[in-house]
């Protein structure tokens, strides 16, 4: 069974910056892709940023702020977030593709959301 575990998130003052942190447990044979989501109230998930063999992809509202990283040793997925704007608020989610089993090829995993709330 794996699991992905967020943290990092918190209330900061528009113009600061939060490091978001996902780690993956669990039995993990391989990580694919690891990225961020995000959904604010009334709205859709979106992506945020991603990371796959070391190619980043980013959101435009968030080019230049926001930095994707990983440590594969640690299975753990990083999101420096800086200059925030009160539009950044919202919950973030952790998503990761992961093969865990042989027979059921790579699947989508998501932790369970941390809150990022900006003040204005």
């Known amino acids: 069974q794996v699991q992905l575990v967020e943290s990092g998130g918190g209330l900061v003052q528009a113009g600061g910056s939060l490091r978001l942190s996902c780690a993956a447990s669990?039995?993990?044979?391989?990580?694919?892709?690891m990225g961020w989501y995000r959904q604010a109230p009334g709205k859709q998930r979106e992506l945020v940023a991603a990371?796959?063999?070391?190619?980043?992809n980013y959101a435009d509202s968030v080019k230049g702020r926001f930095t994707i990283s990983r440590d594969n040793a640690k299975n753990t997925v990083y999101l420096q977030m800086n200059s925030l704007k009160p539009e950044d608020a919202a919950v973030y989610y952790c998503?990761?593709?992961?093969?865990?089993?042989?027979?059921?090829?790579?699947?989508?995993?998501w932790g369970q959301g941390t809150q990022v709330t900006v003040s204005s």
């Open positions: 990371i796959i063999s070391g190619g980043t």
């Open positions: 669990g039995t993990i044979l391989s990580i694919n892709a």
């Open positions: 998503n990761a593709v992961i093969f865990s089993q042989y027979g059921s090829g790579y699947r989508d995993y």
